[in-house]
C-alpha cells in the first residue's frame, strides 16, 4: 500500500494511535509488552469485540444500537438462571439459550425498526428499557455467585486453546474466547463480502431508497442485521460470565458507549455506508487499551471515561473533517441524515 | 411570516390534550382521595422541573434536527462545581450567600463552553449530532467524576436549598423557575429570528442555507442555549437533593428523549412546540407519582417508558401513513373527477 493511500483511511490513524500510546506505556511500564499481558488483553477483550461486530454492522446500515449490551445482560442472566433452574451442565445449552434470547430481542427491534422505520437511536433506547426493566421485574435481581455457577462455565473460562509455561514454572495460555471471536470475525467477513444480504447492508447504509430501487429486499436486510447483531450479544453475554463467573442483572448495561465509541473510532460513519472489520477491530484494540492500561502508566480509573470521551470527540473530528474536506466543503452538514 | 407564540392548533396537540386528560382521569379513578390531595399536587410539581428543564433543552436541539445526548452529562458537570463551591466556600469563610451567586454564577458560565464545544462539532467539524454529543456526555461526566473522584459532595448552605424546595406564595419555587424557564424558551422560539431559523433548518438545511440563514451560527447557539438549561436543572438536581454525585439523574435522559417525542418534536427535525411538551410532561409526572403512591418498583416504570415510548413512535407513524394514504386517496378523487 503506498503513503498518500495509508493516510486517506481513518485506520491509520488508528493504527498510529495504537502504536504510540503502546510504546509510551512501554517506555514507562516494560511489564506491558510481554506475551502473557498481551493474551490477558486478547481474554478480557474478546467479549466487547464481539459486541462490536453487531454495533459496526448495524452502524453501516445508517443506524445506531445502544440496546446491545442490554441484550448482553439479558441473554446471560436470564440463561445462567434457566441452566440452574433445570439442572442441566452443558455449555452448549447455555450458549445456545443466550443466542437464542439474543436473536428473539434483535428481532423485536428490527419490527420497530423496518416495519414501523422508527428512527433507530429511539427505538434500541425504547427496548433496552424495556427489556432491562422488564427482566428486573419479572425475572429477578439477584446475582449469581460463583458457587453457584455450573461447573461447564467455570471451566469454559479458563480454557485455553495454547498453553505456555512462565519462568515459575506455572502457565499461561491463549483463552478460548480469542479463537470465538476470530471465527465469528472470518463469517461476519464472508456474509458482508460474498453474501447478497451483507452487499444489502452496505447498500441500505448508503441509499435505503436507492437499495431498494436496486431490488435489495430492505425488510429482510434489517431482520439480518438486528438479529444477527442480537445473536452477537447473546455470545457475548456468556462470554463476559465465564470470564467474570459472576451474573450480576446490571452489569453490562452502561457500558455501550465505549463499544459505539471503538466502533466509530475505526472508521465507520453512522450515516452509513462506510467503515471496514479491521477498522472495528483496530478501534476496539484501542479503547481496551485505554480502558485497561490507564493504571499501567499511573492514572487512577478515574479518568477512563474522559479518555474515552476525549479519544470519541477526536477520532470523529478527524473522520468528518476528511469527509468534509473531500468535497471541497460543498455539503451542509447540519442534519443527521438517519 | 410569524410562528404561532402558543401553537395549540398544533394538529397532534388534540389528541394529545385528549390522552392527557384520559391519564388524569385513571389516576383520579385508582387514587380517589390521594391524588388531588395539596400534598401530592406539591410534590409533583417540585418533582417535575429538574427533568422539564432537561426536556426543553433537548427539544430545541430535536427542533433543528439534532439530539443532545450530553444534557445530563452537561448538568452532571456543572452541578459538581457548583456543589465544590457551595461546600469549600463557606468552610473557607466565604458567606454562604455570595458563595450561593458564585456557585450560580460559576454554573451558567461553564454551561456556555461545553454548549459551544458541541456547537462547534456539529457545525463546523460536521460531526453527526448524536455522535458529537456522545462523545461529549463521556467528556463531561469523566470529568465530573475525575474532579470527585466518584463520591459524592453533600451539605450545602440553608439558603441554597430554598432553591430545590421553598415555597413562593404557596407555591413551590422550583415551579416558578420552570415557568419563567419556559416562557423564555417559547419567546426564543416563537418571537426571534433565531427560534425561526432553528425551524427552518431542522425542516430543510440546505433551504435554509440558501434562504440566507446561518447555519452554522444558528446551531451553536442552539446548542449553548441548550447547555444553559441543563445548566439551571443541574442547580435544582443539587438542591433538591442536598448532594451531588456523577452520575446523578443519567435515567433523565431517557425520560427527556420520551417527553420530547411524546410532545410531538420530530427527531427528523422541523417540529416540536412548548404546549405539547407541557401536556406530555404533566403525562410523565402523573404517571410517575401514580405508579409511586401504588408502590410499583423502579424496575416497572423502566419498563414503562420504554414501552411508552416506543408506542407512542408507533401511534405517531402509523398516524402519518393514515394521514399520507387519505391525502393520496384524496388526491386521486379530485384527478378522476377533473378529467
Known sequence: MNIKRFFKRSESYVLLIIILFSAFITIINPAFLTLENLFDLLRSS??????????????????????????????????????????????????????????????????????????????????SSLYHGAMLEFFGTRAVNVGDLPQSVKSFGTFNVLTLPRADGTTYGLSIFFVILVALLIITYFVLKFTMVGR?????????????????????????????????????????????RYSNPNYIVGTELGVIAAVVLGGARISGGTGTLTGTMLGVILITLLEKNLIMIGLSTYWQQFFIGVVLILGVSITYLQAKFQDGGRTIIVKDEE | MKIPFFKFKEPKNKYLFIIMMLTILIMLVMLPD???????????????????????????????????????????????????????????????????????????????????????????????????????????????????????????PNQFLFIGSGYLFGVPFVFILFLIGTIVVALILGRTQQGFSMYMIGSNP??????????????????????????????????????????????????????????GADPDGGFGNIPGLLMAIVMLQVTQSGLNILAFSPFVRKFIWGFALLLVMTINFTAQQYGDYKRVKKMRQIATTTT
Open chain 1, 46 to 127: 474478546s467479549g466487547t469485540a464481539i459486541l462490536a461486530i453487531g454495533v459496526f454492522l448495524v452502524l453501516i446500515s445508517g443506524g445506531v444500537d445502544v440496546s446491545c449490551t442490554t441484550i448482553a445482560i439479558v441473554g446471560q442472566y436470564v440463561s445462567v438462571n434457566l441452566m440452574i433452574r433445570a439442572g442441566i451442565d452443558s455449555i452448549w445449552f447455555i450458549f445456545g439459550l443466550s443466542a437464542f434470547i439474543g436473536i428473539v430481542l434483535g428481532a423485536i427491534n428490527a419490527v420497530f425498526v423496518s416495519l414501523f422505520k422508527l428512527p433507530t437511536l429511539i427505538v434500541t433506547l425504547g427496548t
Open chain 2, 206 to 263: 440546505t433551504v435554509a442555507r440558501y434562504s440566507g440563514v446561518n447555519n452554522s451560527k444558528i446551531i451553536i447557539k442552539t446548542y449553548v442555549i441548550t447547555a444553559i438549561l441543563a445548566a439551571v436543572s443541574s442547580i435544582i438536581m443539587i438542591s433538591r437533593a442536598n448532594s451531588m454525585r456523577p452520575g446523578y439523574g443519567s435515567s433523565y435522559l431517557l425520560q427527556a428523549i420520551l417527553v420530547v417525542v411524546l410532545g
Open chain 1, 200 to 244: 444489502g447492508i452496505y447498500a441500505i447504509g448508503g441509499n435505503l431508497e436507492a437499495a431498494k430501487r436496486a431490488g435489495f429486499n430492505t425488510r429482510k436486510t434489517h431482520f439480518f442485521i438486528y438479529t444477527y447483531a442480537g445473536f452477537l450479544a447473546g455470545i457475548m453475554g456468556v462470554i463476559h460470565l465465564s470470564l467474570i
Open chain 2, 34 to 156: 390521594i391524588f388531588l390531595s395539596q400534598v401530592n399536587i406539591r410534590s409533583m410539581a417540585s418533582q417535575f422541573p429538574e427533568f422539564g428543564f432537561l426536556a426543553l433543552a433537548m427539544m430545541l436541539a430535536m427542533i433543528t434536527g439534532g439530539i443532545d445526548l450530553s444534557v445530563v452529562a452537561t448538568a452532571n458537570f456543572t452541578g459538581v462545581i457548583a456543589a465544590l463551591i457551595l461546600t469549600k466556600g463557606p468552610e473557607a469563610g466565604m458567606s454562604p450567600i455570595l458563595a450561593i451567586v458564585l456557585a450560580i454564577a460559576s454554573v451558567i458560565a461553564l454551561a456556555i463552553p461545553c454548549g459551544l464545544i458541541n456547537g462547534i462539532l456539529i457545525a463546523f467539524v460536521g460531526v453527526p449530532p448524536i455522535l458529537a454529543t456522545l462523545g461529549t456526555q463521556g467528556l463531561f461526566l469523566g470529568l465530573a467524576t475525575v474532579i470527585t473522584k466518584g463520591l459524592s459532595i453533600a451539605n450545602f
